[in-house]
């Protein structure tokens, strides 16, 4: 059984990793991170991250985007769940609903949908991708 020094230690290992996908790339299904995520081609699902997600000028996203904190400069078709701060970068495209606790949006930023600012609830990954059964997944969190 794993103490509580190596679950801490382990959980900010996952939180402090960081994806990439290029430009160029095409990625067809959902992703799921503990960690931040920076996206240049296009993605055509959805993103959860418990942590960061950067989308760059070029990228493309049609599918809900779900993450703590995220800058946008990209395209985005879908809702856009935020659970601190967004920041739409003057080059961003947002075409679906915004849910965040704090916005910032420059000028030239464009935005069609509904804003609702305050708390927003936890994002919950599936226990999927971490290779552990759900008894295994309570017990590391305990």
Do not use: W
Request: with cysteine; charged share 25%; hydrophobic share 35%.
């Amino acid at each position: 059984m794993l103490t509580s020094k190596e679950q801490k230690r382990a959980a900010d290992e996952i939180s402090n990793s960081s994806n990439v996908i290029g430009k160029g790339t095409v990625l067809e299904g959902n992703i799921e991170t503990y960690g931040n995520i920076r996206i240049e081609g296009r993605v055509n699902g959805n993103i959860k991250s418990k942590s960061k997600i950067a989308l760059g000028t070029g990228s493309h996203v049609e599918g809900n985007i779900s993450a703590q904190n995220a800058d946008i400069e990209g395209e985005v078709k879908g809702r856009v769940d935020i659970s601190e701060l967004l920041v739409l970068k003057s080059t961003a495209v947002v075409h679906g609903d915004i849910i965040t606790g704090k916005l910032v949006v420059e000028p030239g930023a464009i935005f069609n949908g509904t804003c609702k600012m305050g708390t927003v609830k936890d994002i919950k990954l599936s226990d999927s991708g971490n290779g552990l059964k759900p008894q295994q997944q309570e017990a590391r969190m305990n």
